[in-house]
């Protein structure tokens, strides 16, 4: 084989993260040639600096938890000696380092050949791959290139004592007190982590309420629970000044009153989004560009194909309505691999995405908040279930609730879900290229959650939702007693005018 043959390929991906090695995967499964160019490691960011890391962290945070209510609230007179910090590492290593192993072994398997190297576009279907030469794609490039945390004008971070959402795993030890600037996702969990091992916590979200893109009675009931473990929560709250010490941070905070308070603390972890890479990727060499933000927009979100033909994009490169999840990546890297295969597309369904919380309490949500509902006129019906009305809610005594939002009668089966990017859904059909609706009438819009391990609850709820299914169908099906799971079923009961337990 000549090194041109050698180095032409039917799909060529750019990064080798979640939403790049899915869509490698799935497009060597469907009997493609597969060049995947990672700069880095296989995984990205979720599986060596993100997702896996910090959730193996987590749990041993729900650990020394779990001690403390032991202790606190059964009578089990356990304490926690001490913390083996290098052996904690070493295990969350451990996971990571299997998981990277795994997913470099799929490839391998699969056929997709990997090519360690910084590449770059040098037109709309060639790609150089520093160290490897000039590719050429067939069918088509796929940017997966993702992101990096964002940094505060001014505020450099050096790895000890002001720590990104990368390097906060990895910073030497556990710091006695914390600084979180970001109430999101993120900053909540870096939070959370903190706290559970010891660290004074202060937290400082911008917004008026933690979580801000999600219910807002998730953010005030996740504000309940993290100021009863001791969080300083600090929202609708500014950060104004900082000054490095020799060993942390002073720092100045401008609360909702205007007042100026100074916090110190040994570590300041900034958490205030993160921001897509395309820096040396050259996007104009294929006739391409960022928008303002950053992003490579679609030109056609069904394909996910921007406005280069054959040129892909996913994942974190991806503006709203992508959420910059792994999840989400691996449903735009099976869109984009059967596109590219000839198969039928269907745009990714944004709105029955779920939206996790891994901090204690966890929040999980997937759908419309109620104000996105009424901000699209629609007439609903909401009824909230706080999770301590159930047996298996006051043996957590985390707190907690339940939220579920519906059509009210006559609102209409899709209720104005942000979902048509250019196909239907999975309960109506298409007609002479128009979406006609089933007529359907009092759909679920949103599920919200908040309490303990309410990530492993939200499955239903996706489905629930994403089938546009009524609370009448949910209360017909039994869930299981004593659980958390029934204050979800209570919760359709009620609004099905079937409440047992709740009136």
Same mark, same amino acid.
């Given at each position: 084989?000549?090194?041109?043959?050698?180095?032409?390929?039917?799909?060529?991906?750019?990064?080798?993260?979640?939403?790049?090695?899915?869509? #490698?995967?799935?497009?060597?499964?469907?009997?493609?040639?597969?060049? $995947?160019?990672?700069?880095?490691?296989? @995984?990205?960011?979720?599986?060596?600096?993100?997702?896996?890391?910090?959730?193996?962290?987590?749990?041993?945070?729900?650990?020394?938890?779990?001690?403390?209510?032991?202790?606190?609230?059964?009578?089990?007179?356990?304490?926690?000696?001490?913390?083996?910090?290098?052996?904690?590492?070493?295990?969350?290593? !451990?996971?990571?380092?299997?998981?990277?192993?795994?997913?470099?072994?799929?490839?391998?398997?699969?056929?997709?050949?990997?090519?360690?190297?910084?590449?770059?576009?040098?037109?709309?279907?060639?790609?150089?791959?520093?160290?490897?030469?000039?590719?050429? #794609?067939?069918?088509?490039?796929?940017?997966?290139?993702?992101?990096?945390?964002?940094?505060?004008?001014?505020?450099?971070?050096?790895?000890?004592?002001?720590? +990104?959402?990368?390097?906060?795993?990895?910073?030497?030890?556990?710091?006695?007190?914390?600084?979180?600037?970001?109430?999101?996702?993120?900053?909540?969990?870096?939070?959370?982590?903190?706290?559970?091992?010891?660290?004074?916590?202060?937290?400082?979200?911008?917004?008026?309420?933690?979580?801000?893109?999600?219910? /807002?009675?998730?953010?005030?009931?996740?504000?309940?629970?993290?100021?009863?473990?001791?969080?300083?929560?600090?929202?609708?709250?500014?950060?104004?000044?900082?000054?490095?010490?020799?060993?942390?941070?002073?720092?100045?905070?401008?609360?909702?009153?205007?007042? &100026? %308070?100074?916090?110190?603390?040994?570590? $300041?972890? *900034?958490?205030?989004?993160?921001?897509?890479?395309?820096?040396?990727?050259? %996007?104009?060499?294929?006739?391409?560009?960022?928008?303002?933000? @950053?992003?490579?927009?679609?030109?056609?979100? =069904?394909?996910? /194909?921007?406005?280069?033909?054959?040129?892909?994009?996913?994942?974190? $490169?991806?503006?709203?309505?992508?959420?910059?999840?792994?999840?989400?990546?691996?449903?735009?890297?099976?869109?984009?691999?059967?596109?590219?295969?000839? $198969?039928? =597309?269907?745009?990714?369904?944004? #709105?029955?995405?779920?939206?996790? +919380?891994? =901090?204690?309490?966890?929040?999980?949500?997937?759908?419309?908040? &109620?104000? /996105?509902?009424?901000?699209?006129?629609?007439?609903?019906?909401?009824? +909230?279930?706080?999770?301590?009305?159930?047996?298996?809610?006051?043996?957590?005594?985390?707190?907690?609730? *339940?939220?579920?939002?519906?059509?009210?009668?006559?609102?209409?089966?899709?209720? !104005?879900?942000?979902?048509?990017?250019?196909?239907?859904?999975?309960? &109506?059909?298409?007609?002479?290229?128009?979406? &006609?609706?089933?007529?359907?009438?009092?759909?679920?819009?949103?599920?919200?959650?908040?309490?303990?391990?309410?990530?492993?609850?939200?499955?239903?709820?996706?489905?629930?939702? @994403?089938?546009?299914?009524?609370?009448?169908?949910?209360?017909?099906?039994?869930?299981?007693?004593?659980?958390?799971?029934?204050?979800?079923?209570?919760?359709?009961?009620?609004?099905? !005018?079937?409440?047992?337990?709740?009136?």
């Amino acid at each position: 084989m000549s090194e041109t043959d050698a180095n032409t390929t039917d799909v060529l991906v750019i990064g080798g993260g979640t939403g790049g090695y899915s869509t #490698a995967l799935r497009a060597a499964s469907l009997g493609l040639r597969v060049v $995947l160019a990672e700069r880095d490691l296989i @995984g990205g960011t979720c599986l060596h600096r993100g997702c896996i890391p910090s959730k193996a962290m987590l749990h041993a945070a729900e650990l020394v938890d779990g001690i403390a209510e032991a202790r606190e609230r059964w009578g089990v007179k356990a304490t926690v000696d001490s913390l083996d910090w290098p052996a904690l590492v070493a295990t969350r290593d !451990g996971i990571v380092e299997r998981n990277h192993q795994g997913v470099a072994g799929h490839l391998r398997t699969a056929g997709v050949r990997v090519v360690k190297g910084t590449a770059r576009l040098t037109g709309p279907r060639t790609v150089r791959i520093e160290g490897a030469g000039e590719f050429t #794609a067939r069918r088509g490039i796929v940017l997966a290139t993702g992101s990096r945390p964002r940094l505060l004008p001014g505020l450099a971070a050096d790895g000890r004592r002001v720590v +990104t959402s990368d390097d906060a795993l990895f910073a030497a030890g556990l710091p006695a007190s914390v600084l979180v600037l970001g109430g999101g996702a993120i900053g909540v969990e870096y939070a959370s982590f903190h706290r559970s091992m010891g660290a004074e916590v202060t937290l400082v979200e911008a917004a008026g309420r933690l979580l801000p893109l999600e219910d /807002e009675d998730v953010g005030r009931h996740l504000a309940r629970g993290l100021k009863k473990r001791g969080i300083t929560v600090r929202t609708g709250s500014t950060l104004t000044g900082t000054e490095l010490l020799a060993d942390g941070v002073r720092a100045t905070v401008r609360t909702p009153k205007g007042e &100026e %308070l100074v916090v110190g603390a040994e570590r $300041l972890l *900034v958490a205030v989004g993160r921001a897509p890479v395309t820096d040396g990727l050259d %996007l104009a060499a294929a006739g391409l560009a960022a928008d303002e933000r @950053g992003f490579v927009a679609p030109a056609d979100w =069904s394909r996910l /194909e921007t406005s280069v033909p054959g040129i892909h994009v996913v994942g974190d $490169l991806l503006p709203p309505p992508s959420l910059g999840l792994a999840h989400a990546s691996f449903a735009e890297g099976l869109l984009v691999a059967e596109t590219l295969a000839g $198969l039928p =597309s269907r745009a990714v369904d944004y #709105a029955t995405v779920p939206r996790v +919380t891994y =901090s204690s309490p966890q929040t999980a949500s997937v759908g419309l908040t &109620e104000a /996105e509902a009424r901000a699209r006129g629609l007439d609903i019906k909401v009824n +909230t279930m706080p999770l301590a009305a159930t047996a298996k809610g006051m043996v957590h005594g985390q707190g907690g609730m *339940v939220k579920v939002i519906a059509a009210a009668d006559g609102a209409g089966g899709d209720g !104005g879900l942000p979902w048509a990017w250019g196909s239907p859904r999975s309960n &109506e059909v298409e007609s002479g290229g128009e979406v &006609e609706s089933s007529g359907k009438t009092g759909a679920v819009l949103g599920v919200h959650l908040v309490g303990p391990q309410v990530s492993e609850m939200i499955a239903e709820s996706q489905l629930i939702v @994403g089938w546009d299914a009524e609370p009448a169908d949910v209360a017909q099906h039994i869930h299981a007693h004593p659980t958390l799971s029934e204050a979800v079923g209570e919760t359709f009961l009620t609004l099905a !005018g079937r409440g047992l337990h709740q009136h």
